[in-house]
């Protein structure tokens, strides 16, 4: 199993910019794609970055396209989100999530069902 713990979360002034961190203990995440997932209260939980497990691949949704990058480093078993360009619409739960792709290196996975290990979240609020 893999083990995975956010942090960088926190209060940004709209504008600002974050960096979320996802390291992984247990297991190489190497062999996992990754996804950074979203939930603001009251709404469902929504994939806002996904990784192939290569890293050659990346998805990101609509509203955050321009503005967010996941990127890992292998070397720290580490995966992270940047976020710039903060807008009170991103204020929400934070979380990561992998997924074993041995036999995929390119395909990224949006969908939460697709994940099998997930974190505890780490929360981002944006004043405006």
């Known amino acids: 199993q893999v083990q995975l713990v956010e942090s960088g979360g926190g209060l940004v002034q709209a504008g600002g910019s974050l960096r979320l961190s996802c390291p992984a203990s247990?297991?190489?995440?190497?062999?996992?794609?990754m996804g950074w997932f979203r939930q603001p209260p009251g709404k469902e939980r929504q994939c806002v970055a996904a990784?192939?497990?290569?890293?050659?691949?990346?998805w990101y949704a609509d509203s955050v396209k321009g503005r967010f990058t996941i990127t890992r480093d292998n070397a720290k078993n580490t995966v992270y989100l940047q976020m710039n360009s903060v807008k009170p619409e991103d204020a929400a739960v934070y979380y990561c999530?992998?997924?074993?792709?041995?036999?995929?290196?390119?395909?990224?996975?949006?969908?939460?069902?697709?994940?099998?290990?997930w974190g505890q979240g780490t929360q981002v609020t944006v004043s405006s």
């Open positions: 999530a992998a997924t074993p792709a041995y036999y995929s290196g390119s395909t990224v996975y949006t969908g939460t069902r697709s994940y099998d290990y």
């Open positions: 247990g297991r190489t995440l190497s062999n996992y794609a």
């Open positions: 990784n192939s497990r290569t890293g050659g691949s990346a």
